[in-house]
């Protein structure tokens, strides 16, 4: 691992946009590369100080489960080597383990979420409505507890800075039309499925976690953008869980935590964060990176 990396400069491509954690490039006209930065952002908002290793960790993890999922749905890998496209070692090193160059796709508008566990934003809509996004749920689901089954709860993508928006099945039929909202609902829960099966014999436990899809000219539908990340899913180590209580987690939730206590108003710009939480934070992403490739 390398140092840290805020933002990526490839003075060799054009840059097209820079995302809460990628910086995106055009490489031609059907390709793309993804550099995966140490950003973190959390509650929509990009905080100033970088997670160490954490582009490598996430390109690792998703290069994994790209591969290991490729059976359920087709993703966005083009097998472009990324140090073949840029220009000089000082890119070429920008982009060692942290890259992907992949296919140019056109995203679909809206976040795939899929949960598992009743936890999060989901508990708290369910201790309110009895529901989670609209979905009756039974009475007297605890914190943590599984769900009767995995739930597909679309949002909206918002702007950088902008929050995200939980949406119906119903919105989701009218963004992107019938056939392909259950296209993607399907996809999504079979992810989550076979995911969370393997996961679990890792001793692991993927509470939720969210897909992003995209389209080929043709309208074929592939998985896009990462793949069950620390920073898309909400992992938990199965040994120190307990229905009832939040566990601890392989993620940004360290982070999200001491935000939360540290009086921050979730409004740009977001504060420092202490060394000894980065540092905790680069151990989490790391320990799950291990966990899930140990063979």
């Avoid at 890259?99 to 989901?122: M, Q």
């Avoid at 935590?257 to 108003?265: G, R, V």
Wanted: net charge neutral.
């Amino acid at each position: 691992m390398g140092t840290a990396m805020l933002q990526s400069d490839i003075k060799s491509l054009p840059l097209l946009h820079r995302g809460k954690v990628r910086d995106l490039y055009a490489v031609d006209e059907q390709h793309l590369l993804i550099v995966q930065t140490d950003r973190l952002s959390a509650f929509d908002v990009i905080l100033p100080d970088p997670i160490p290793g954490k582009g490598e960790v996430l390109t690792t993890v998703s290069n994994f489960w790209f591969n290991k999922l490729q059976h359920v749905i087709p993703n966005h890998l083009s097998g472009i080597a990324p140090e073949s496209v840029v220009k000089g070692e000082a890119e070429q090193a920008q982009v060692r383990g942290r890259a992907f160059v992949t296919r140019k796709l056109k995203p679909l508008p809206i976040e795939a979420i899929v949960r598992g566990y009743l936890v999060g934003s989901g508990w708290k809509d369910y201790q309110k409505t009895g529901a989670v996004c609209g979905i009756k749920l039974p009475a007297g689901l605890r914190e943590a507890e599984k769900l009767p089954e995995p739930l597909f709860t679309p949002s909206t993508k918002a702007a950088v800075g902008d929050h995200d928006e939980n949406i119906s099945f119903a919105q989701a039929v009218e963004l992107l039309g019938e056939a392909r909202a259950n296209e993607v609902r399907d996809a999504t829960l079979a992810l989550y499925t076979e995911a969370a099966n393997y996961a679990a014999s890792k001793g692991i436990i993927i509470a939720d976690t969210k897909f992003e899809f995209g389209v080929d000219a043709a309208g074929k539908m592939y998985l896009i953008d990462e793949a069950l990340t620390p920073d898309s899913s909400r992992f938990w180590p199965a040994d120190q869980y307990r229905v009832g209580s939040n566990p601890p987690s392989f993620d940004k939730q360290f982070v999200r935590d001491w935000l939360e206590s540290s009086n921050w108003n979730k409004r740009p710009p977001a504060p420092h964060v202490p060394p000894e939480v980065v540092q905790k934070t680069t151990d989490k992403y790391r320990e799950a990176l291990q966990r899930l490739l140990a063979t």
